[in-house]
């Protein structure tokens, strides 16, 4: 098998097949190296055999499994949405270091969440920061009773809003099916609609604090050098940013300033190449402390920018 894919110029090929053998086999990836005297059925042979067919042909093998981890978040993902990267998690961590003081207070915050996909940005953050609470709320509560006061979820929560959005109907099914499996029901909401067009009725112009986006940001010139397994089947429509690669991450941070509260700010991932473009795009639409952050292989990734308090 890992020939197979090595040899169809699979990335990844033992990866893969790890992948693939524990999805058909309903079992932890490390579960399939201990039972090596296991023997599979017939029908399990033959759903591993057509996976690995579709493989060869550079079906992303996340969409095979239909599951993939990020930022500790064990998320549903389909052909409607972008596979979540490891480079989107700089966004969570921000967003989080932001939101901590808030954490300290239990003060009411609001975070969106644009182009939300997966919902995987949303998710993260309201997980790292119920993590964030409860652990605090143990630590000030020693009292009787402390491990139900401490660590209540409901209580972690309260006064956090999340809202996520996305122009797909099959993306915000999606959305909402992974916010419910990761218990978050009551915190985040998705909804359809076209970036903060979908927030018109929620009342929340001036009053965001964080505001986060993934949007669209490949230009055209450079289209042609994404890999095929990304071009033939992750959505276009969420790739594409235009000639320039700017069209959408303009509409976002032009929305910026009339829904972040004073000293919010905005986190929107973007190429490497568009890091001085986008720092005068948040500029020119009157943000002040543009800067953009490196991922974690110290490329140019993430615009951050604040509205004047």
């Known amino acids: 098998m890992n020939l197979f894919l090595e040899e169809k110029g699979v990335e990844s090929p033992q990866l893969s097949s790890d992948l693939l053998i524990a999805h058909v086999l309903e079992c932890e990836r490390l579960r399939t190296y201990l039972d090596v005297d296991r023997v599979a059925t017939a029908e399990e042979l033959a759903k591993l055999r057509a996976l690995v067919q579709r493989a060869g042909r550079h079906e992303p093998v996340q969409y095979l499994v239909g599951r993939w981890a990020f930022h500790g978040c064990e998320l549903e993902v389909g052909p409607s949405t972008l596979i979540p990267r490891p480079c989107t998690e700089l966004l969570v961590e921000e967003a989080v270091r932001i939101a901590g003081a808030a954490c300290e207070t239990g003060a009411p915050l609001c975070i969106v969440d644009l182009c939300t996909g997966t919902g995987c940005i949303a998710i993260a953050v309201a997980r790292a920061l119920r993590v964030q609470r409860t652990g605090r709320r143990q630590l ?16 972690a929560l309260r006064g956090l809003r999340v809202i996520a959005t996305d122009v797909v109907p099959a993306a915000v099914e999606l959305a909402r099916r992974n916010v419910a499996a990761n218990r978050l029901e009551s915190v985040v909401e998705v909804v359809q609609g076209d970036l903060d067009g979908a927030l018109a009725d929620f009342g929340i112009e001036g009053s965001v604090d964080v505001l986060c986006a993934n949007p669209p940001y490949v230009s055209d010139a450079e289209w042609k050098d994404v890999p095929q397994n990304v071009r033939a089947w992750e959505p276009e429509t969420a790739l594409r940013g235009g000639v320039d690669g700017l069209a959408v991450v303009r509409r976002v941070v032009e929305c910026a300033p009339r829904l ?50």
């Open 140 to 155: 000030a509560w020693k009292g009787p009773g402390a491990d139900e006061r401490g660590a209540s979820e409901v209580d």
């Open 260 to 309: 972040l509260r004073p000293g919010g700010v905005l986190l929107c991932e973007i190429a490497a190449s568009q890091e001085q473009a986008a720092r005068q795009i948040a500029s020119s639409s009157g943000l002040m402390e543009a800067v953009v952050l490196r991922d974690l292989e110290r490329l140019p990734r993430l615009l951050r920018a604040r509205r004047t308090p």
